[in-house]
């Protein structure tokens, strides 16, 4: 079983040739809506991958609470344990180039209100050997609660270092296993513009010393990842991007559900990497999420 305490938003989607320089105003080419936000995409994600998935978080009271959740609930997620508060659910506003690149800015709102409590509630309903899937869209304290006792219960935590918070580093020392783009390993470890091989060397450093197992995304150019001793490098499906939105939550939704359904660690990133890419085929955060059969189809 699989829960994840995070994120849930309605995102709202302009997209345009380029995306602007700052001051500068460009037209959009379309707008749509789709749910979002970190949780509740690595939530669908890991369920489309196969695995049974329950996710905490808060909606607001107001228009965008059904449509941000509607995703979840047609695919089978645990809701029971959502809970609603007074104002507006999470939004986040995307735009996106004609290159699939984006920039995204998230106003938090129901999802600020999450605690530390809710955090305990969430970890005292798990079973150990369970996975506890988190990410940085939520407030800290009540991620560090979740993490501690997670560690307490033995069930096995995955924190998404994303997106980068100044609480990121604190918060990653917690985790069991965590996984982070360069930018955001590089603030984890201390260090600046590594570079290729400097990451390696850097990675392997962090683990011999702390024992973490770290998977550090590279979009095009793949995954490098340590666990148990042991590295790992797997190549990125070359595809051509439509959308980059949603694709490292898919990511690391099936890479936890490849864990949870007993895949070796290297099994795991290879199915998740190839989710990844293949969400960058299809607009949006979770509509792009592909099927466990798509996946299959392309591995």
């Known amino acids: 079983m699989i829960t994840v305490f995070g994120s849930i938003n309605m995102d709202l989607i302009a997209t345009t040739e380029r995306l602007p320089e700052p001051g500068e105003t460009v037209t959009g080419t379309s707008f749509t809506t789709a749910p979002g936000g970190k949780g509740a995409n690595q939530t669908l994600a890991a369920r489309r991958a196969g695995s049974e998935v329950a996710i905490v978080g808060a909606v607001g009271s107001d228009e965008f609470a059904t449509p941000a959740t509607a995703l979840l609930a047609e695919a089978g997620v645990d809701l029971s344990f959502l809970k609603t508060t007074d104002g507006p659910t999470g939004t986040a506003m995307i735009l996106v180039g004609g290159d699939g690149e984006n920039v995204i800015v998230i106003n938090a709102a129901a999802n600020g209100t999450l605690t530390e409590e809710d955090a305990l509630a969430a970890v005292e309903r798990m079973s150990p050997g369970d996975l506890l899937m988190l990410q940085l869209e ?92 042991a590295f790992f490098r797997i190549d990125a499906l070359k595809i051509d991007p439509i959308d980059t939105v949603g694709a490292g939550d898919t990511f690391c939704g099936y890479f936890a559900s490849g864990l949870e359904q007993g895949l070796s660690f290297e099994a795991a990133a290879h199915r998740a990497s190839v989710a990844g890419a293949l969400a960058c085929l299809k607009p949006g955060a979770q509509p792009s999420i592909p099927t466990a059969d798509e996946v299959k189809a392309r591995l």
């Open 138 to 229: 939520v407030p800290a304290p009540a991620i560090r609660a979740a993490l501690e006792a997670a560690r307490k219960k033995g069930v096995t935590s995955v924190l998404n270092t994303a997106p980068l918070t100044p609480e990121a580093a604190e918060l990653g020392a917690l985790a069991d296993i965590v996984i982070a783009n360069e930018t955001e390993f590089e603030r984890l470890v201390g260090a600046e513009e590594l570079g290729s091989e400097g990451r390696i060397a850097m990675l392997k450093t962090h683990h011999d010393k702390t024992g973490q197992t770290m998977v550090i995304t590279l979009g095009g150019d793949g995954v490098i990842a340590m666990h148990e001793g």
